[in-house]
């Protein structure tokens, strides 16, 4: 399995999730994303490596996370994107339904993240 086929991409989200799920996502993240890498989250904000890494640094748990309709587009030879339906969990809190997209790169024979958006699902 090469680092950008779908089952990696998947194998590293899921990874992300459940470090959120643990309360280390911000030493995950901080790890995952490129130097220049970027965050846009459901309000807007557009968050940097550094500000990632702080706003998730002791932020609550999600208790569990749900992932669905998973679609892998290549975008060259070091590149590819996964985009796929969420749904997660925090105590009783209504769901939160997100559409994401992650882009990743290989740098040095390793899996990064460049950027990443939620768009969020209202019905």
């Given at each position: 399995?090469t680092?950008?086929e779908?089952?990696?991409?998947?194998?590293t989200?899921r990874?992300?999730w459940?470090?959120?799920c643990e309360g280390?996502?911000?030493?995950?993240y901080?790890?995952l994303m490129?130097?220049?890498?970027l965050?846009?989250?459901?309000?807007g904000?557009?968050?940097?490596?550094?500000?990632?890494k702080?706003?998730?640094?002791?932020?609550?748990?999600w208790?569990q996370y749900e992932?669905s309709e998973?679609?892998?587009v290549?975008?060259?030879?070091?590149?590819a994107?996964?985009?796929?339906?969420?749904q997660?969990?925090?105590?009783?809190?209504?769901?939160?339904v997100a559409?994401?997209?992650?882009?990743y790169?290989?740098?040095?024979e390793?899996?990064?993240?460049?950027?990443y958006?939620?768009?969020?699902?209202?019905?």
């Amino acid at each position: 399995m090469t680092l950008l086929e779908l089952d990696s991409l998947l194998a590293t989200e899921r990874a992300g999730w459940d470090s959120l799920c643990e309360g280390s996502g911000g030493s995950f993240y901080g790890d995952l994303m490129t130097p220049d890498g970027l965050m846009i989250i459901s309000n807007g904000m557009v968050l940097d490596r550094a500000a990632v890494k702080a706003s998730l640094d002791g932020a609550p748990t999600w208790d569990q996370y749900e992932m669905s309709e998973t679609r892998h587009v290549p975008l060259g030879t070091e590149t590819a994107a996964l985009i796929y339906s969420a749904q997660s969990v925090r105590g009783n809190e209504a769901p939160f339904v997100a559409t994401m997209t992650s882009v990743y790169c290989v740098i040095e024979e390793r899996l990064r993240l460049a950027l990443y958006q939620q768009t969020v699902v209202s019905y």
